[in-house]
């Protein structure tokens, strides 16, 4: 579980519609957390439930906000290295969640 939790963490693919972003370098998730944990160890959660705040980089940091986003849950660093969710791929979900986002692909051990 401690590997699948850390690459659950790791790798949100998070998309995001971008408003008056005034040359803006990166857009990417922070703050990602699995059980209101940074770095879970473990989870005794069937089901444990994701969030994550966004931030960019470059001249503006307002007008950002996010319309969807797609979670890849992969079984080995690889695997997620090659887009395969072995575990879960969520898709693209059109969504402005990123709080209590709940896992829902293969039984976790």
Not at 49 to 73: E, M
Not at 99 to 104: A, E, F, G, L, R
């Amino acid at each position: 579980m401690k590997n699948i939790l850390r690459i659950f963490l790791s790798v949100l693919s998070v998309w995001f519609a971008e408003l008056n972003l005034y040359g803006a370098d990166t857009v990417m998730p922070v703050e990602l957390s699995c059980e209101y944990l940074d770095s879970p160890l473990g989870i005794d959660i069937v089901q444990p439930r994701l969030s994550w705040k966004i931030t960019q980089t470059g001249a503006a940091v307002n007008g950002i906000v996010q319309t969807a986003y797609r979670i890849i849950v992969a079984s080995s660093p690889e695997k997620l290295n090659a887009d395969e969710g072995d575990l879960w791929n969520s898709g693209k979900v059109t969504s402005n969640s990123s709080v209590h986002v709940i896992y829902s692909g293969k039984k976790l051990s």
